[in-house]
């Protein structure tokens, strides 16, 4: 969509998902719903949906299942209902369809319909899809990668099969983006050297791509885990073509390649807080069950830039903050070190970020 | 012999490699079971808050997140010496977490892990040979479980009913975590001494309701007669003859209605457990019911030696009669007990000092023996060249470490739970098997415990939310720092796959000095231990015939479903079951003292 054409907030027609104001965006979500805002989207019968197919390669490497658990958790419209409307084919996961690796003597055994191996070089061999990264990639211990082994490869090995004739590459979670967990420091952090995709922590050099010599646009959606909404919807950014790839990343992306209308540079969990007031009256809680401002018992919503204090969590329901925990800001590229202790006051720069 | 290797068995959390030598008849003489991933979780712990392990220590796996926190923050509870004084409302509220995790993590295994092995082709080829019957079979198979994306011979099978109906519901539970726990998957309110939030009037009712839909749920599609007359007759049954009589007459009506026309629908009464009791099984549908034809799950996934395996819980599930709760999990303390299991079906009271482990299998510098969780020291390799696991002559194969407990392999999850708490259907199947020359643990067993303690645990959720939660009550005791100086904590729990324990040890600057978790699936997982005997998963495996129907139509080593469904109904978690680490090995054999 041209960027002249924003004459109107109502129309779900003008929307542009990546590219709009997050405000605008959260507007829009909340007087339609997600579901009438891509149900409705281009179409002038609903139902009657036009996308060609996009096919999407899931792979795992070190995680929890904690994204594709969340991305289950979809609302308005339910996941299979996003994808019918989107026209995706998901056409390899490891934890939801039929295929597995199968080996008789050592050699691939049976067909793609039932052997995830043979599955997963045949779609990375043809090319035309979406890679969608789960989880840290291991290339440790000495750069062998054999920290992770699934399918008699490394997963830097299969990373790289599925890399190679990717069209676009989204990391999914923290783990991919970042690292994550997986990249928490310890006395063995260098020897595990997990990474993520484009990124390890906030250093682009370091990036499992970087590794590989690997080339290819990514965009990253952080999160432990990420809201359903923050992929279904940049899904849909790219699937109605409102986003070219590459050409339009370097104006949708922030500089650890987040989009920005749900991860706002110049916003944070921390700005909407409903204890908000608390803070400006610098009424803290110290200890955990208050109702006053978590500033002091760890809470990192001022680093935090998502939409988590307006959008919520688990369909509008409750988020980290509403539930009395402080927020870990778990979708930032140093996550979880950048939030530990996680139930003391920061002193450093917390507190400054918090008063801007 | 023949080679026949899963690398990766899908469907599970994490990359498990199940390698096997099978014979020409097609049966399993070998096993071997290889945890692929070496993740160095403890480690992130060790100098640090111990508090970050309520929220960190959910990262290990986002399908049971809730019974890491509960593992972590009963740990906690004892480090900063408040177990025995949580107030009564924050047991209930933890309770409700847990129960909510618990629920949507057997759907989850039931419905999209397990299910899609029923649609496999292997099962049409058989039922193919079963006339009328056998069509209506595969029918039902292929319309409930047939996961997305699937395609038979070029052929694209749509989604199942009960495969397409479970994700909205798995949606609903996790609202309802947060509606309790703040956000799911990685909860955020439990905390030594309670929980972070006091639950309103209006959540409860938002809990209630989702529970509804839960029963409604299960009416629908698990099981088609009313909730609570199964729960009835089978969970509170006064015998467990009168438990498994009342299921088989129960899929005697059933089998009567349909016999004229072979439909086999929901609407005419089979739902998917009704469905899967009664073609499950090769006792309880060919024998007792006189059906031509069964998958024969009860033939596959026992354990060949007896004396070789046992079944461990911890005790899932505070008591909220009383406030406070005792850490090392006593006999009849919580509302699963906890216990030891023989396989003579002997019960015995649970020790946590029994709990050892030996690193000889597994890719780690050899200790001798075997060391209780609080001693753990392990040196992994860090040569790449030495992790190798393709050859049987490998002596190492695996991340996963040997638990034992009193030196026995065990087995743990819904099957050991029910039968430690002598729940009446489980414990009554298992006899009945028995007595019938059945191996009484099996793939069958294991699947009917998981389903029939997910109808317990919906029955005991509605109490817990509209009985025993208060919304006036008090939901945590503060805690003092200064107490966590130089102080330890065991933190023990049921996942939804089994029993989990988080060991704590502080420094005398309130800092992790160790922190040692052992999962569910290190026990089910296990690699051979120092004296060579196999894990309970690897001993399930063999004796296995590995085509579909115990090799009914000849053995197809491309597509051994066998493995499959053996490997899976353990439901493992493999991004669980390698942390039990210490990677350094920084800390010398002595450093920590026994309890």
Known sequence: MSEGNTNSDSSVNDLDFLRMDWHKFLKARRSGGGFKLLENYKNDTPGDYDFPVTHVLWIQGAQCTGCSESLLDAANPELLKAFEILNIDLERHEAFLAQQGLFVDGEPANTSELNSEILLDEISERGNYILMVEGAIANGPEGSGKYFMSGNRSSKEMFKKAARNADLIIAVGTCAAYGGINSANSDIVDILDYRGVAFTKKDPSKGILKVLGIDKPVINIPGCPPHPDWIIFTLSAIISGNIRIPDDLPEVLDEFGRPKVFFPPDYNVHKDCPRKEFFKNKEFDTCVGGEKCLLKIGCQACLAHADCTLRKWNDGHSYCVQAGSPCIACVEPDFPDNARPLYSSKKCKTGKEADR | ?595
């Open chain 2, 1 to 595: 012999m023949v080679r026949v290797t899963v690398d990766p068995l899908t469907r599970v959390v994490g990359p498990l490699r199940l390698d096997t030598e099978v014979d020409e008849n097609g049966i399993i003489k070998e096993a071997r079971s290889s945890n692929m991933i070496f993740r160095g979780f403890e480690r992130i712990y060790r100098g640090q808050d111990p508090r970050d392990s309520i929220l960190l220590s959910q990262r290990i796996c986002g399908v049971c997140p809730v019974a890491h926190s509960i593992s972590a923050v009963n740990a906690l509870d004892e480090l900063f010496g408040v177990a025995q004084s949580v107030p009564k409302d924050a047991l209930v509220s933890r309770n409700i977490n847990q129960g909510l995790n618990t629920i949507s993590n057997h759907l989850l295994h039931f419905y999209i892990l397990w299910g899609p092995d029923l649609a496999n082709p292997a099962y049409g080829d058989v039922l193919s040979t079963f006339g009328d019957l056998g069509g209506s079979v595969w029918k039902e198979l292929l319309g409930r479980f047939a996961p997305i994306s699937y395609k038979i011979g070029g052929e694209v099978i749509p989604p199942g009913s009960s495969y397409v109906g479970v994700i909205p519901m798995k949606k609903r539970l996790h609202d309802a975590g947060a509606v309790i726990g703040g956000k799911m998957p990685h909860q955020t309110v439990m905390y030594p001494g309670g929980v972070t939030n006091n639950p309103t009037t209006s959540d409860i009712q938002t809990l209630s309701s989702i529970m509804s839909e839960v029963i409604d749920f299960l009416n629908t599609n698990a099981i088609r007669m009313p909730f609570e007359d199964w729960v009835e007759n089978t969970y509170k049954a006064s015998s467990p003859k009168k438990a498994v009589d009342f299921l088989i007459e129960h899929l005697n009506d059933l089998i009567e209605n349909s016999l004229k026309t072979n439909d086999l629908s929901r609407s005419n009464g089979w739902g998917d457990v009704e469905l899967y009791s009664a073609f499950g099984s090769e006792l309880i549908g060919e024998r007792l019911l006189g059906l031509p034809i069964s998958f024969k799950h009860d033939k596959m996934g026992g354990y060949g030696d007896l004396s070789k395996v046992g079944f461990l819980s911890y005790g899932g599930f505070y008591n909220v009669d009383h406030e406070g709760y005792d850490p090392t999990s006593p006999s009849g303390e919580r509302f699963q007990t906890s216990g030891f299991m023989s396989s003579s079906l002997e019960y015995h009271k649970f020790d946590s000092n029994k709990v050892t482990e030996s690193v000889k299998h597994a890719f780690y510098d050899d200790y001798d023996g075997y060391k209780h969780p609080y001693e753990g020291t392990t040196e992994p390799f860090t040569d790449s060249d030495r992790i190798n696991y393709q050859n049987f002559s490998e002596e190492k194969y695996t991340w996963a470490k040997a638990p034992r407990y009193d030196g026995i392999p065990c087995e743990v999850g819904p099957l050991s739970r029910l039968l430690i708490m002598k729940e009446p259907l489980v414990t009554g199947l298992v006899q009945m098997f028995q007595e019938n020359g059945y191996s009484p643990f099996n793939c069958f067993t294991r699947m009917i415990a998981r389903m029939q303690e997910l109808f317990i645990i919906t029955n005991e959720m509605i109490k817990w939310i509209t009985t025993d939660l208060d919304p006036n009550g008090k939901f945590r005791v503060d805690i003092d720092m200064s107490t966590s100086r130089d102080s330890r904590g065991m933190g023990l729990c049921e996942a939804p796959r089994g029993a989990l324990g988080h060991w704590l040890i502080t420094d005398s600057n309130s800092k992790v000095a160790n922190y040692q978790i052992v999962t569910p699936s290190t026990w089910n997982l296990s690699p051979r231990d120092g004296e060579g005997v196999p894990g309970p998963l690897e001993q399930a495996l063999v004796g296995c015939r590995i085509s579909a129907v115990d090799n009914w139509l000849g053995v197809d080593f491309s597509n051994p479903t066998g493995i499959l469904h053996v490997g899976r109904s353990y439901d493992p978690c493999i991004t669980c079951a390698v942390h039990t680490i210490d990677l350094t090995g920084q800390n010398p054999p002595g450093t920590f003292r026994l309890l």
